[in-house]
């Protein structure tokens, strides 16, 4: 296999087929939902110690309504990071197949390609969603041993167990390569 030759094809497919760029924006936007929610928590959270005003954040919480308005925004949170989870599944099978689509000569759509991506979806996102346990539960077992010799060392442990952490991001970068070829694979066999 020529890399040269795949990065080549697949910049010229993507250039002459912008309809791709389409399901990148679409998986995108969840994402920048998810943004403004936070800045605007955040906001919200620290207008007091911004403009100086005192406790009033505290008195909110502290009301009934406050209550309520942080379980609204919690739950648009976690609404929007379904949806997320869901689009970027999407967003990765529809360009697969729009590229082989087009290799093979044919015409794509938007319409078409997302229609003609939903018969892989639910394999997809089952590959997702066992590649994302998979590395939460790695990570949650790293981060109590860490935790576990840092208890025992008096804080030794969690110097010594950084250059481990540093090693994650390839593996991780890995991990998820292996993920997006699997993906491929799903649509393309």
């Known amino acids: 296999m020529d890399s040269v030759e795949v990065l080549t094809s697949s910049l010229k497919i993507s250039w002459k087929e912008k309809k791709l760029w389409l399901f990148g924006v679409v998986t995108s936007l969840p994402v920048a939902l998810i943004v403004l929610v936070n800045f605007l928590v955040i906001a919200f959270v620290f207008q007091d110690s911004m403009y100086g005003t005192g406790s009033g954040f505290e008195d909110f919480i502290e009301s009934g309504a406050g209550i309520v308005v942080w379980l609204g925004?919690?739950?648009?949170?976690?609404?929007?990071?379904?949806?997320?989870f869901f689009l970027s599944t999407i967003g990765v099978v529809g360009p697969t197949l729009g590229a082989a689509r087009v290799e093979h000569g044919e015409?794509?759509?938007?319409?078409?390609l997302f229609k003609d991506s939903l018969p892989f979806f639910w394999r997809a996102l089952g590959l997702v969603f066992l590649i994302w346990m998979g590395m939460m539960v790695a990570m949650l077992i790293l981060e109590f041993i860490i935790m576990f010799l840092t208890i025992i060392t008096l804080g030794l442990g969690s110097f010594l167990m950084f250059p481990l952490m540093l090693l994650l991001y390839?593996?991780?970068?890995?991990?998820?390569?292996?993920?997006?070829?699997?993906?491929?694979?799903?649509?393309?066999?």
């Open 170 to 189: 390839p593996a991780m970068v890995i991990v998820f390569a292996y993920m997006e070829l699997g993906l491929a694979a799903i649509v393309l066999d």
């Open 107 to 112: 015409a794509i759509s938007f319409r078409g």
């Open 73 to 84: 925004i919690m739950g648009v949170f976690l609404l929007v990071f379904v949806a997320e």
